[in-house]
């Protein structure tokens, strides 16, 4: 399994294996770009849902301290 981490910084590296094991370059290329774009969204989902939880948890803090 790769780490996505490894994937956002070596992209290039991912379709050349890819290439390597018989995958077409435009798929492979097409493939790494979507699992890219999808992690930023994922990635941005979540910093949208922690700023919704702080929101929340600081108006439970002032209900429960009203």
Do not use: C, F, Y
């Not at 399994?1 to 370059?25: C, F, G, Q, T, Y």
Request: no cysteine; proline share 2%.
């Amino acid at each position: 399994m790769l780490d996505i981490k490894w994937i956002r910084d070596n992209p290039k590296a991912l379709v050349e294996a890819l290439v390597k094991r018989s995958w077409s370059a435009g798929d492979a290329q097409s493939t790494v770009d979507d699992l890219i774009a999808s992690d930023e969204a994922r990635r941005a989902h979540l910093s949208e849902l922690q700023v919704k939880q702080e929101r929340r948890n600081a108006a439970s803090k002032e209900i429960g301290n009203a």
